[in-house]
């Protein structure tokens, strides 16, 4: 069997983490899908937030009390797990994603066009509990022409979703087979129940660590790899500069493999635990390492590259301690200012790259580029799904 054919027989799962004060809910009409013959791997299961975002292009951000016109208007789905499944899914992973965990939808037009453009992209919304009373989540987004910013003004759905809602069978038949599951760390509660079963089942849990939320120090604790925003290391950890506070995250949650920190247009950067024993080592100073890292940057490269140190190195910063591992630095891509149109989504297309990239064996090396190329890709239209690259794209082949 080919590469290609190996990447039409896998598929992604998704679960709808919902509502409470009792609500009538239903599951949303079944997509069409694959045959049950196809193949059961590898499976995604993504459990957080899926909505409607509102975009409006302005000259540049108003001034309070001021009246301006949009340059342009889009109206389409967001949320972090609904754009990182459909960043995935375009990249191949396609074929009957049967069971999906997302976040809260009513049986309002908004939740209706939300389930229909999932489906549009193969994700399989058989398992999302609809609210028959309440609203869709969604959020007003503000793109600044000028600073090519984005300003967010979310309304949460209605009403929250609690755990007692997710039924045993339920969530049994979603982690059926699945082989990570992916938690943006919304409706925590909830989230917790998926992740305490997937662990007894031995399936790997990504974190997205976009910022400090009520219930995301006990989801940690069963993270197996992690992506964060910029801000998020130095809040969590409070140490005095990211790369240390990647040492100290290592060092606190020791069932981490990796734990990657996006920087925008800075790229990236990965602190990758050995797994071997590199206590004999000679020990190096994370932030001087990274330094050195940095020196070997291409600045006249417009391609996202990585620059990774020695692996099983010994990795310390002061007063946190060491790790044994390597460090990885990643470079963006360079956009060229008339192309850059919108950044809203690009962590989660980042995010639905590295599933990709755990799901298929890249090595890291490889994933980080490949991930902010798909990132890149989608900052090239207006909101967070417009232009996400599907495998086929001639600027993902290199990676192929």
């Excluded at 909830?190 to 662990?199: G, M, P, S």
Aim: some cysteine; proline content about 6%.
């Amino acid at each position: 069997m080919t590469h290609s054919e190996q990447l039409l027989r896998h598929r992604f799962v998704g679960l709808s983490l919902l509502p409470q004060n009792r609500p009538r809910r239903r599951p949303p009409v079944a997509m069409a899908s694959a045959s049950d013959t196809d193949s059961p791997n590898p499976v995604v299961l993504g459990c957080g937030a899926s909505s409607v975002d509102y975009l409006a292009t302005v000259a540049s951000f108003p001034n309070p009390d001021d009246k301006i016109r949009s340059l342009a208007l889009r109206v389409q789905g967001g949320g972090n797990t609904g754009n990182a499944l459909t960043a995935a899914a375009r990249l191949g992973l396609r074929p009957r994603m049967k069971d999906h965990f997302q976040g809260t939808v009513a049986n309002d037009a908004q939740g209706r066009n939300v389930l229909k453009e999932l489906q549009d992209d193969g994700i399989d919304t058989s398992y999302m509990l609809v609210a028959e009373d309440g609203n869709t989540p969604f959020t007003y987004i503000i793109v600044d022409n000028q600073t090519k910013t984005r300003t967010c003004i979310h309304t949460p759905g209605y009403p929250p979703m609690s755990p007692e809602e997710l039924t045993k069978e339920s969530l049994s038949a979603a982690l059926d087979g699945a082989d990570i599951v992916y938690f943006d760390v919304r409706l925590h509660d909830t989230a917790l129940v998926v992740a305490q079963e997937a662990i007894q089942r031995k399936i790997p849990i990504l974190i997205d660590a976009e910022k400090k939320r009520e219930g995301l120090d006990e989801l940690l604790n069963f993270a197996s790899y992690v992506v964060c925003s910029a801000k998020f290391p130095q809040a969590w950890t409070g140490a005095s500069s990211i790369p240390v506070a990647l040492v100290s995250m290592l060092s606190r949650l020791p069932k981490i493999k990796f734990v990657i920190v996006t920087l925008g247009e800075k790229g990236c950067l990965m602190l990758e635990r050995s797994m071997t024993d590199a206590s004999e080592a000679e020990e190096i100073d994370v932030e001087a390492l990274l330094e050195s890292l940095e020196k070997k940057i291409d600045q006249s490269s417009k391609m996202p590259k990585c620059i990774t140190s020695k692996a099983n190195l010994r990795i310390s910063a002061d007063g946190v301690g060491s790790i044994s591992g390597r460090l990885l630095l990643g470079t963006a891509e360079v956009i060229p200012p008339d192309e850059l149109i919108d950044t809203t989504g690009a962590g989660d297309a980042f995010i639905g790259a590295v599933l990709y990239g755990l799901c298929t064996g890249m090595p890291a090396e490889r994933m980080l580029p490949f991930a902010a190329q798909v990132a890149g890709c989608g900052c090239r239209g207006l909101g967070a799904r417009s232009s996400l690259p599907r495998r086929t794209d001639p600027r993902l082949l290199r990676y192929h």
